[in-house]
T-cell receptor, first 108, second 114 residues
């Protein structure tokens, strides 16, 4: 499975945008880019996914580089409830393989 | 509403005992997965199943087994519990095998092996 690289932690302020980066230089042409997040004491939850084009949903936006070797999850206006560990995962085969993720802290 | 549930939510057991963790989903998903998560770490895949009677080993399968007799359930059995198996266990399901499919996770079972 192709690997992803994310910063261990990031910090932002409430009501400000947050950009969470992910590098995946060994991505293959059929790999989808998935983002999940895990709030404290809960199971992971799906955030967004994309293949080549940028994607938007009610939770976030996903910006994918033209060469697909990196992507950025964008939370447009962070709230305290967005404090979580965010996982960037490449999914081509059936299994989701989790890395360490980025722990996002939101300051009030 | 469809959901995925795990039971028990908390379990304390002793070394050497057999333990079974239940996972039940009502989405009729073919694909089901078991992960473990240790403090400060990401999730690691234990076993997974792509359908009834199908089971596969993940990256940390030693000491664990699963069986899939119907679509809704994938119980995880620890044959002889060890202290190293103290962890939080998450079950997940997904409708298909496509790269775009969303995966749904249960609330987790916290297992302590004394």
């Amino acid at each position: 499975d192709a690997k992803t690289t994310q910063p261990n932690s990031m910090e932002s302020n409430e009501e400000e945008p947050v950009h969470l980066p992910c590098n995946h230089s060994t991505i293959s042409g059929t790999d989808y880019i998935h983002w999940y997040r895990q709030l404290p004491s809960q199971g992971p939850e799906y955030v967004i996914h994309g293949l080549t084009s940028n994607v938007n949903n009610r939770m976030a936006s996903l910006a994918i580089a033209e060469d697909r070797k990196s992507s950025t999850l964008i939370l447009h206006r962070a709230t305290l409830r967005d404090a979580a560990v965010y996982y960037c995962i490449l999914k081509g085969a059936q299994k989701l393989v989790f890395g360490q993720g980025t722990r996002l802290t939101i300051n009030p | 509403d469809a959901e995925i549930t795990q039971s028990p939510r908390h379990k304390i057991t002793e070394t050497g005992r057999q333990v079974t963790l239940a996972c039940h989903q009502t989405w009729n998903h073919n694909n089901m997965f078991w992960y473990r998560q240790d403090l400060g770490h990401g999730l690691r895949l234990i076993h997974y199943s792509y359908g009834v009677q199908d089971t596969n080993k993940g990256e940390v399968s030693d000491g664990y087994s699963v069986s899939r007799s119907n679509t809704e359930d994938l119980p995880l059995t620890l044959e002889s519990a060890a202290s190293s198996q103290t962890s939080v266990y998450f079950c997940a399901s997904r409708p298909g095998q496509g790269g775009s499919d969303e995966q749904f996770f249960g609330p987790g079972t916290r297992l302590t092996v004394l």
